[in-house]
């Protein structure tokens, strides 16, 4: 944790403080989108410079500030790239490393961070050791990186080069895993589906506590209750919030009190019908994704404005408070940021999703 002082209670600039270029109101936008040869579908943009204006067209009365930045496209992942990648969903970035699952393998593809090329792959269907059935999220570290598969309920650790180190089962959790975090020491935290706490494994899979959930949302149905969880790479801090509205809070090293979303997304309620088929009061997600970095708390958001999905919203873990926001040239469901990379799930017109790379010049 920074010691710092807070930029958002300075008044001070908080791009450089969090990695990020100066914010300049006066740059304009400079670049078109180009298309990307050998895919028709997908759009890139060779460098795209993000204004006040831009940030907030559409997005009026959220009390976003948005943070300009200019990018170049680095590299892109398609079902038609060397590497090809299908059906890409989590990410992650850790020690110039990029780490991708491909749901249609389903298996982990690790490339270069700089060029996207192949480093390894491995994995495919099945229940059996380095299988997978939905592997959902990763957690790297200088040790290679943790495969969290939420439908066999268990973690593969696989080394820096992509080999299988070991399998640990998720048992203990007593439900599905929604998302984790790793803690220092080798222990994880996990976010159960339909459970109103947290629960802290150690590196064997054995429940060492439960943790309350400062959020005081109950829905024995799983929906409205369910909570992402988002840690950085030197296990330092994990920060969970409420998937569907509300707001998030930092739960380790100790939990605190929860803070609202700059976007207010109130949590949604349960609309009961006489006929059985209960409905939600709003069917729109608030955080489609989260990573801390440098005492950064970054959630991709979706929420009502115009930018929905494009919003790449900032917090100080230290204090919570609302830093900035990054909008994104393109629509986008996952992220990871590695240096002034940032890597998207990003989505194209026909539907489907590649990976793509940009670099902040």
Known sequence: ??????????????????????????????AAPVRYP??????????????????????????????????????????????????????????????LVDLAVPGVLAVDAKTGRKLWATGRRGIGPGEFLDPYQLLPNDEGVTVVDQTTRRTTHLGPDGRLLSTTSLAALGGAPLSGCALDGGDLLFSVFAADSFVRLDSSGHRRESVAMPFGVRDSRGVVNQVFVAGDTEMRVCAAGLMLGGGFAVISPAPVSMHQ????????????????????????????????RHDTLWTLFEGRSASQRRLLDGYSVPSGRYLGTLELPTRANRFAMLGDLLVLKAGQPDGSFAVLALRRR
């Open 1 to 30: 944790m920074g010691n710092g002082p807070d930029p958002a209670q300075t008044g001070k600039d908080v791009s450089s403080a969090h990695g990020l270029p100066p914010a300049d109101s006066r740059l304009t936008s400079l």
């Open 38 to 99: 050998g895919n028709p579908y997908l759009l890139l943009v060779t460098g795209l410079v993000l204004t006040a204006s831009a940030c907030l067209h559409g997005d009026e009365g959220t009390g976003r500030r948005p943070i300009a930045v200019k990018w170049d496209t680095a590299w892109v992942l398609t079902d038609q790239s060397d590497p090809p990648v299908l059906q890409p969903e989590a990410i992650a970035a850790h020690n110039g490393k990029v780490f």
């Open 261 to 292: 979303y700059v976007e207010d997304m109130p949590v949604p309620r349960w609309l009961l019908s006489s006929e059985g088929e209960d409905s939600l009061s709003s069917d729109l997600a608030a955080t489609l994704d989260a990573e801390v």
